[in-house]
Each structure stands twice: as structure tokens, then as C-alpha cells.
């Protein structure tokens, strides 16, 4: 049972009918087998493992909180974020530092006999990782307390809503949000309905549509450097819209129980400079990474370039976060590259734009910044979307080669696509772009929706539940659930 299936539709309509049917008290125990049952259709294997994490997690909090001292609070907190690690490590990265130590040995004619292990990857450990981690280091600095009631704590660990694939939620905002009793209201329930029917709508007639397209490049032995070139732009639009859709479909569902989660996008194709696009694209990872990683790596420090040492760390730990391959290490060091690089020659950069009076033209100005900023994202895309170092370091050349922009083969590699799906491809994206339109002159689409006449809006919504019913492909995972 995946989010973009009738069985979940089913499913939830349950969930929500029960617990506004019932009295406060006992809802808890719905949205734990609720969030249970769900993990378990999905990887049922390792509900024992999340068991364990969420058992050893609570303790692990009570016990932080009853230390004495500050050193033996931060002594605990290790102690329990260690062994959380192991686990994530053991399942995720064993077989990645498995293999490396092993090229290295073979280069090195070193005998090394561990062999590759059979290890499959749990569902959602990264994310259910990282909220432990959170939880049990703002106990440590006092900013929460244990929670003490076990049913109240392991919803927030498995929230099912966001369980998957985030929005990855601080325990401070989501926990008390279970303890108050949530009314019925039709606001709640019409605006969940329209975030699920949007998340719906991008997943189905946008990422689904550009998956088996853009794979169809990068599986093939020997691609075209124009056809790398759109391959990976559709790929950022393919992946913008997989994975936004999927925080779409978690806040929809959460709102439709009274619970807020965290918006987890702001239009990232629509940044101006890489450290902005970080502050649009997985938000709740980005600022994860900013309070845990980089704020205690930069304590005391005060040289820029200690700084920038703790921005590349910052950025390493969110590629290997990402997956457990050298590509994924590759694009994290890319990210960190550019953002240590933007800050440092940001003063050099306004001259320019001064000396060629590119700052008398705002909007000139910002949409070249939108534009670089872009074309730097998909270059480094081009790493997480590759299958090995080798591939990546070919897909690069390609996308850098000046004969790959070539307009002529850009227009040839279009012909990727059949003329009906560019056509019906074409059409969604349009009215995906028309959305972010509103969006960014008004604070949201659906407030200035609700304010047009009944039909205009009723139109809209009918639009996006037909495309998705008669247009909609599915079949395809979503790219981050399997993080």
C-alpha cells in the first residue's frame, strides 16, 4: 500500500472518519496502528526494528533528563545517537564501507576477506533516524523534555502520514500536537483534500511522466551529450515534483487530522544562489542539518575558512545521508563546494554586476541569478542521478561540452519523447508553473483560489482530479522512499 494507490485512499478515509468518531482520549491508539499497519504493508519485515528504535529512544530521553550534570547529559545523548547510528549504518552504509575497503585492498594486493552481505535497506531509517537523533539532542540541551507517555512518543517516531519520507519533524511542534484534541473542521478537511489532490496531481502527470524518460538516458550505454543535458534538467523537474509531492500528500493527510506539519518545499527552482535554493529544497533536512551539524561544528569559530570547513563537512553528511555511494558523496561535496565558494566571492560578484550595470536591471539581474543557480543544481544532479563514479564523471563531461547546448541537439533530443506525452507533459508543467505563479505573488494558492467565484475554483479542482483519474501514470516508487 504506497501513498498514490486506492488502497491507501481507503485506508486513510478509515483513519479519519474513526478518529473524529471517537473521543479524544483513545486516539492515540488509532493513529499508532494506524501508522504500524501502514509501515507494515510496506516493509513489514522491519517493523521489529522500529520497535526497537522508538523503545530504545524513549528510555534513552528519560534517562538524559534525569543526569545531574551537563557532561553526563551529553555523555548519555552520545551513548544513545551511537547506537541509533549503528543501526542506520549497519543497514545502510556496511556494504558501501564493505566495498570500498575492499577496492582499496585489491589495489593495494592486500587480502581482505570480508564478502559482500545481504542486507536489505529498512524503510524510512534515515528519516526515523534523524528524528531520534533530534529528539534525544534537545533533551540534552534542555529544549524538550521526555516525553513520558510511550503511546504519544511512538506516534511521534512513526507518524505515518510523514513516516516515509519526512517532512522531518522536530519533537517540540509535533508532539504536543497529539495531545490536543483536534475538532472536525471543514477547513482542515478541505484544505487536505486539495494538498493530496496536488501531490497527486505532480507525482502522477509530472514525475511519473518524466521517470521512464529521463531513465531511458541514463541507463543507455551511450547517450548523446544533448540528450544528457535535458535528461538531466527533466530529472530536477522530475525530482522537484516526485518528492514535493510526496510532503503534498503527508501535510494534506496530517491537516486532515488537525496535526500542521512543516512545509517542506518553497519553489527551490526559484532560488537565486545556492545558499537560497538550500533554504527551499527539503527544508526540514536542511535546517536538521544547520541546527546538529553545522551550528555545534562552528562553535567557536570565527575564521572563514574554519567556517567553510564546517559547511563542506555539513554538506558531505547530507550527500552520504542521501544514499551509500560515492555519487552521492560526490554531489554532497559539490553543494559544499558551491556554498563556501558563493559566500566567498559574494562581494566579488555585486562589483561585477555593478561594473556591467546588471544592478540597474533587477529583474535581469535576479532571473540570471535563477538561471545560474539552476544550471548549478542540475550539474551537480547529475552525480545523484548517476549509477557510478565513472558514469558521473562521463554524464559531467557531457553536460559541460558547449556542442551538448547545441540548440539544434537539444530540439533532436526531444524526440525522447512521443509527440502525445510531450504534449500532455507539456500541458501539466504548464499548469504546475501557473501555481507557483500565484504563489509567489500571493501567500497561497489555495487562499487566492478560495477567493475566486465558486466556478472558477470548483473547475480547477475538477481539472486536477480528471487529469490525474484520466491522465495520470503510475507504477513508479517515489525517489526518496527509498532513503
Same mark, same amino acid.
Given at each position: 500500500?504506497?501513498?498514490?494507490?486506492?488502497?491507501?485512499?481507503?485506508?486513510?478515509?478509515?483513519?479519519?472518519?474513526? /478518529?473524529?468518531?471517537?473521543?479524544?482520549?483513545?486516539?492515540?491508539?488509532?493513529?499508532?496502528?494506524?501508522?504500524?499497519?501502514?509501515?507494515?504493508?510496506?516493509?513489514?519485515?522491519?517493523?521489529?526494528?522500529?520497535?526497537?528504535?522508538?523503545?530504545? &529512544?524513549?528510555?534513552?530521553?528519560?534517562?538524559? @533528563?534525569?543526569?545531574?550534570?551537563?557532561?553526563?547529559?551529553?555523555?548519555?545523548?552520545? %551513548?544513545?545517537?551511537?547506537?541509533?547510528?549503528?543501526?542506520?549504518?549497519?543497514?545502510?552504509?556496511?556494504?558501501?564501507?564493505?566495498?570500498? *575497503?575492499?577496492?582499496?585492498?585489491?589495489?593495494?594486493?592486500?587480502?581482505?576477506?570480508?564478502?559482500?552481505? @545481504? !542486507?536489505?535497506?529498512?524503510?524510512?531509517?534515515?528519516? /526515523?533516524? #534523524?528524528?531520534?537523533?533530534?529528539?534525544?539532542?534537545?533533551?540534552?540541551?534542555?529544549?524538550?523534555?521526555?516525553?513520558?507517555?510511550?503511546? /504519544?512518543? +511512538?506516534?511521534?517516531?512513526?507518524?505515518?502520514?510523514?513516516?516515509?519520507?519526512?517532512? *522531518?519533524?522536530?519533537?517540540?511542534?509535533?508532539? $504536543?500536537?497529539?495531545?490536543?484534541?483536534?475538532?472536525?473542521?471543514?477547513?482542515?478537511?478541505?484544505?487536505?483534500?486539495?494538498?493530496?489532490?496536488?501531490?497527486?496531481?505532480?507525482?502522477?502527470? !509530472?514525475?511519473?511522466?518524466?521517470?521512464?524518460?529521463?531513465?531511458?538516458?541514463?541507463?543507455?550505454?551511450?547517450?548523446?551529450?544533448?540528450? !544528457?543535458?535535458?535528461?538531466?534538467?527533466?530529472?530536477?523537474?522530475?525530482?522537484?515534483?516526485?518528492?514535493?509531492?510526496? +510532503?503534498?500528500?503527508?501535510?494534506?493527510?496530517?491537516?486532515?487530522?488537525?496535526?500542521?506539519?512543516?512545509?517542506?518545499?518553497?519553489?527551490?527552482?526559484?532560488?537565486?544562489?545556492?545558499?537560497?535554493?538550500?533554504?527551499?529544497?527539503?527544508?526540514?533536512?536542511?535546517?536538521?542539518?544547520?541546527?546538529?551539524?553545522?551550528? $555545534?561544528?562552528?562553535?567557536?569559530?570565527?575564521?572563514?575558512? @574554519? !567556517?567553510?570547513?564546517?559547511?563542506?563537512?555539513?554538506?558531505?553528511?547530507?550527500?552520504?545521508?542521501?544514499?551509500?555511494?560515492?555519487?552521492?558523496?560526490?554531489?554532497?561535496?559539490?553543494?559544499?563546494?558551491?556554498?563556501?565558494?558563493?559566500?566567498?566571492?559574494?562581494?566579488?560578484?555585486?562589483?561585477?554586476? &555593478? #561594473?556591467?550595470?546588471?544592478?540597474?536591471?533587477?529583474?535581469?539581474?535576479?532571473?540570471?541569478?535563477?538561471?545560474?543557480? #539552476?544550471?548549478?543544481?542540475?550539474?551537480?544532479?547529475?552525480?545523484?542521478?548517476?549509477?557510478?563514479?565513472?558514469?558521473?564523471?562521463?554524464?559531467?563531461?557531457?553536460?559541460?561540452?558547449?556542442?551538448?547546448?547545441?540548440?539544434?541537439?537539444?530540439?533532436?533530443? #526531444?524526440?525522447?519523447?512521443?509527440?502525445?506525452?510531450?504534449?500532455?507533459?507539456?500541458?501539466?508543467?504548464?499548469?504546475?508553473?501557473?501555481?507557483?505563479?500565484?504563489?509567489?505573488?500571493? &501567500?497561497? &494558492?489555495?487562499?487566492?483560489?478560495?477567493?475566486?467565484?465558486? %466556478?472558477?475554483?470548483?473547475?480547477?479542482?475538477?481539472?486536477?482530479?480528471?487529469?490525474?483519474?484520466?491522465?495520470?501514470?503510475?507504477?513508479?516508487?517515489? %525517489? /526518496?522512499?527509498?532513503?
Amino acid at each position: 500500500m504506497t501513498f498514490i494507490s486506492i488502497e491507501f485512499l481507503l485506508f486513510f478515509t478509515g483513519i479519519v472518519f474513526t /478518529y473524529y468518531l471517537i473521543p479524544h482520549k483513545w486516539r492515540w491508539i488509532l493513529l499508532l496502528a494506524a501508522s504500524y499497519s501502514f509501515y507494515a504493508t510496506l516493509s513489514g519485515y522491519f517493523i521489529v526494528l522500529l520497535l526497537i528504535s522508538t523503545l530504545f &529512544t524513549y528510555f534513552t530521553g528519560i534517562v538524559i @533528563e534525569k543526569q545531574e550534570t551537563k557532561q553526563q547529559k551529553k555523555r548519555a545523548m552520545l %551513548v544513545g545517537i551511537c547506537v541509533l547510528l549503528f543501526f542506520l549504518g549497519w543497514f545502510k552504509y556496511f556494504n558501501f564501507v564493505n566495498d570500498s *575497503i575492499r577496492a582499496i585492498s585489491t589495489y593495494m594486493n592486500w587480502n581482505y576477506a570480508i564478502p559482500y552481505q @545481504e !542486507i536489505i535497506l529498512p524503510l524510512a531509517i534515515s528519516f /526515523y533516524t #534523524f528524528q531520534a537523533v533530534s529528539y534525544l539532542v534537545d533533551i540534552s540541551r534542555g529544549k524538550q523534555k521526555a516525553e513520558r507517555h510511550y503511546g /504519544y512518543f +511512538s506516534i511521534y517516531f512513526a507518524f505515518f502520514p510523514q513516516l516515509v519520507a519526512g517532512p *522531518i519533524e522536530r519533537a517540540k511542534k509535533l508532539l $504536543p500536537q497529539f495531545k490536543i484534541e483536534q475538532t472536525l473542521t471543514y477547513d482542515n478537511i478541505s484544505y487536505g483534500m486539495k494538498r493530496i489532490a496536488w501531490g497527486f496531481f505532480k507525482k502522477t502527470l !509530472i514525475a511519473d511522466r518524466l521517470a521512464p524518460i529521463v531513465a531511458s538516458v541514463y541507463d543507455s550505454p551511450d547517450p548523446t551529450g544533448s540528450q !544528457i543535458v535535458l535528461a538531466t534538467i527533466l530529472f530536477s523537474v522530475q525530482l522537484y515534483a516526485d518528492f514535493s509531492a510526496l +510532503s503534498d500528500i503527508a501535510i494534506g493527510c496530517a491537516r486532515m487530522l488537525g496535526i500542521r506539519l512543516t512545509e517542506n518545499f518553497k519553489q527551490p527552482h526559484f532560488a537565486t544562489s545556492i545558499g537560497d535554493f538550500w533554504n527551499r529544497w527539503h527544508i526540514t533536512l536542511s535546517t536538521w542539518l544547520r541546527d546538529y551539524i553545522f551550528m $555545534p561544528l562552528c562553535k567557536g569559530k570565527k575564521k572563514r575558512s @574554519e !567556517i567553510y570547513v564546517a559547511i563542506i563537512i555539513t554538506f558531505l553528511i547530507s550527500g552520504v545521508w542521501h544514499g551509500a555511494a560515492w555519487t552521492f558523496v560526490l554531489w554532497g561535496l559539490i553543494h559544499g563546494f558551491y556554498r563556501a565558494f558563493g559566500d566567498h566571492t559574494k562581494h566579488f560578484r555585486g562589483k561585477v554586476a &555593478t #561594473f556591467v550595470y546588471l544592478d540597474q536591471s533587477p529583474s535581469l539581474h535576479k532571473w540570471m541569478k535563477i538561471l545560474t543557480t #539552476f544550471l548549478l543544481v542540475c550539474f551537480s544532479r547529475v552525480f545523484f542521478r548517476s549509477t557510478s563514479v565513472s558514469a558521473a564523471f562521463e554524464n559531467a563531461r557531457h553536460f559541460l561540452s558547449p556542442s551538448s547546448w547545441n540548440p539544434s541537439g537539444i530540439i533532436a533530443a #526531444f524526440e525522447m519523447f512521443s509527440l502525445l506525452d510531450l504534449v500532455i507533459f507539456s500541458f501539466f508543467f504548464i499548469v504546475m508553473q501557473l501555481f507557483h505563479y500565484i504563489e509567489r505573488n500571493n &501567500t497561497s &494558492t489555495w487562499n487566492w483560489l478560495s477567493q475566486r467565484p465558486a %466556478v472558477a475554483r470548483f473547475a480547477v479542482y475538477v481539472l486536477i482530479v480528471v487529469s490525474v483519474l484520466v491522465f495520470g501514470a503510475t507504477g513508479q516508487g517515489f %525517489v /526518496y522512499g527509498g532513503f
